[in-house]
């Protein structure tokens, strides 16, 4: 009987190999930018803003129109996709200052930077690099 269903099983992944498609070498482009509408590329419907090499990407490949983003801003976003990590677990949950605006980014774990205005505390990112666990 196993070796019936062997059989079965490799005829039947013989006979969808052929007719599968020969594999082809191709790219893959994200295109990853803050702060831009839903609607603000032509592709996408906008009558505003002339995006015409968007356009020629879009219409000579795949066009994706729904996506998720791991956080409403920057930082945490764009460390969850090149780690494919959520945020709070990377520990950036909040966009990652720079030392120019006078705000330290790293710290011990534990510390936290407190801000009078706002009512959470941020968690200071504590010398994030992609290589550790």
């Not at 893959?28 to 996408?44: M, Q």
């Not at 994706?64 to 945020?87: D, E, H, Q, V």
């Amino acid at each position: 009987m196993n070796k019936i269903v062997l059989i079965a099983t490799l005829l039947i992944f013989h006979a969808f190999s052929s007719l599968a498609q020969d594999e082809k070498d191709f790219n893959v482009l994200i295109i990853h930018v803050d702060d831009l509408g839903w609607a603000d590329i032509e592709p996408l419907g906008s009558d505003f803003y002339e995006t015409p090499h968007i356009s020629t990407l879009a219409s000579e490949g795949i066009l994706f129109t729904n996506s998720y983003a791991a956080a409403a801003i920057c930082s945490p976003t764009r460390a969850a996709m090149l780690t494919g990590k959520y945020p709070a677990r990377l520990g950036i949950t909040d966009w990652i200052r720079a030392k120019f605006q006078g705000v330290t980014t790293s710290g011990k774990p534990g510390d936290y930077e407190v801000f009078e205005d706002r009512p959470l505390k941020t968690p200071k990112i504590q010398g994030f690099c992609l290589w550790k666990k």
